[in-house]
């Protein structure tokens, strides 16, 4: 599908404002992008299957823990995200 006309229009008009915004104000649009990541990393950890009480059953983390043979090493990328998932939960 090709965007035309008017749509295309205000299309341009958005990444060209935003572009403008992240030139002139980076420490703004830093701390915007942090913030997005801290309201959405929850979510996309436990989407992935971590969760309070270890990897979820037919899930992506479970599937990724089978990998280690019982044996997940400490400081490991998994571990991280396991005590991600463990730690910061999502509070409605």
Do not use: N
Request: glycine share 10%; no cysteine; charged share 15%.
């Amino acid at each position: 599908m090709v965007v035309k006309g008017p749509l295309k229009d205000a299309f341009v008009k958005a990444v060209d404002a935003a572009a403008g915004f992240a030139r002139d104000h980076p420490v703004w649009t830093t701390l915007i992008a942090v913030g997005i990541l801290a309201v959405l990393l929850p979510w996309a950890v436990e989407a992935l299957g971590f969760g309070v009480e270890g990897p979820a059953a037919r899930t992506f983390a479970a599937w990724w823990q089978s990998r280690y043979a019982g044996y997940v090493p400490k400081g490991s990328l998994f571990s991280f995200f396991q005590r991600l998932g463990m730690k910061w939960t999502i509070k409605l």
